[in-house]
């Protein structure tokens, strides 16, 4: 018998919720600050080209399920993996601390109850232990279903949320929200040993993103048309929100709860357009990364092609002269 996502993740306890929203308190404005700072794009209020005034970008935490992944079906073995997944971390606490009660009460029990062997109660620590990781096994598994979930080839912790002009909001033709997931946020995170904290910093920064990529004004107060986003290849769309994630993050090495180790741990389990930017860090510098993308947006739709080919191009246009300052 299979279940919905939904109902696998029903029994997360609320408290995962508070930490979320907690993270996201604590570090949305000097994520927002660093994603606008690394992008050189802005909002701005008021009337920009006779369009209507870009509103700033909400955030919102829910118990939602992605839409990708709303009708997935899951076997009764990935439902109980998903059922353990937000406790992951308490049980290898609970076996750690089994095994240290084993250690310090095996010899002095021994001592007292003679040769024989250890009496039940340290035996059960023992036992206890084993349980504890048997479980732990099951919830973390590599071919498990959160490995899986986070492979989905969609944004599964967060989303940033567009409408088209004559859209939901035909009188905004520029809405747009961040929704963090963080019944996801807390079973990722748990089953893969990070913090609830990290993980929302990486996802929030990662959205952000996107809806700078949309909506941030470059120096000539242009923005990404909003159907030409949509309509763009999603290696180029997740491939530049994964791009500013990894240099706003960077500004952040040792400090916000390890969002720039997390985002390290994460995206080399995701799906392909989220991994293709980690080539664009390596060959390019944040300039033409920035170039290519604010000349290619101008004009709506953007393949993939198209933009590797526009930084190649952008890369030579900022090359040293030879024997010149590099």
């Known amino acids: 018998m299979s279940r919905t996502l939904r109902d696998a993740l029903l029994g997360i306890p609320d408290a995962f919720e508070r930490e979320v929203r907690?993270?996201?308190?604590?570090?949305?404005?000097?994520?927002?600050?660093?994603?606008?700072?690394?992008?050189?794009?802005?909002?701005?209020?008021?009337?920009?080209?006779?369009?209507?005034?870009?509103?700033?970008?909400?955030v919102s935490v829910e118990a939602a399920i992605p839409r990708c992944l709303e009708e997935a079906q899951f076997p009764e073995e990935d439902v109980l993996a998903l059922l353990l997944?937000?406790?992951?971390?308490?049980?290898?606490?609970?076996?750690?601390?089994?095994?240290?009660?084993?250690?310090?009460?095996?010899?002095?029990?021994?001592?007292?109850?003679?040769?024989?062997?250890?009496?039940?109660?340290?035996r059960r620590f023992r036992e206890a232990a084993e349980f504890a990781r048997r479980l732990l096994l099951l919830a973390c598994r590599e071919d498990g279903p959160v490995p899986r979930?986070?492979?989905?080839?969609?944004?599964v912790l967060g989303i940033y949320e567009f409408v088209p002009p004559g859209g939901l909001f035909p009188n905004d033709p520029f809405e747009g929200r961040v929704v963090l997931y963080w019944r996801v946020i807390a079973i990722v995170a748990n089953v893969f040993e990070l913090s609830t904290e990290s993980i929302t910093g990486v996802v929030l920064a990662h959205e952000l993103a996107h809806a700078y990529s949309h909506l941030g004004l470059d120096i000539d107060d242009r923005r990404w048309p909003t159907l030409g986003m949509a309509r763009s290849d999603r290696h180029v769309v997740e491939g530049l929100a994964q791009y500013y994630t990894h240099r706003a993050?960077?500004?952040?090495?040792?400090?916000?709860?390890g969002m720039f180790t997390a985002f390290s741990e994460l995206w080399p389990k995701q799906a392909a357009p989220y991994r293709i930017h980690a080539e664009w860090v390596r060959r390019y510098s944040p300039e033409a990364v920035r170039r290519a993308f604010t000349e290619l947006r101008r004009g709506g739709e953007i393949r993939l092609?198209?933009?590797?080919?526009?930084?190649?191009?952008?890369?030579t246009a900022l090359a040293p002269e030879e024997g010149g300052r590099p």
Do not use: S
């Open 305 to 315: 092609a198209t933009f590797e080919k526009a930084l190649d191009e952008a890369a």
């Open 149 to 155: 979930i986070l492979a989905f080839d969609e944004d």
């Open 85 to 122: 997944a937000p406790h992951a971390e308490a049980l290898r606490q609970f076996a750690r601390r089994a095994d240290d009660l084993d250690a310090a009460l095996h010899e002095p029990l021994r001592l007292q109850v003679g040769p024989d062997g250890p009496p039940g109660a340290a």
């Open 249 to 257: 993050l960077r500004r952040f090495p040792g400090t916000h709860g």
């Open 22 to 58: 907690e993270a996201v308190a604590r570090h949305e404005r000097p994520l927002r600050e660093a994603v606008r700072a690394e992008m050189e794009l802005r909002f701005a209020r008021g009337n920009v080209k006779g369009e209507d005034p870009v509103r700033r970008v909400p």
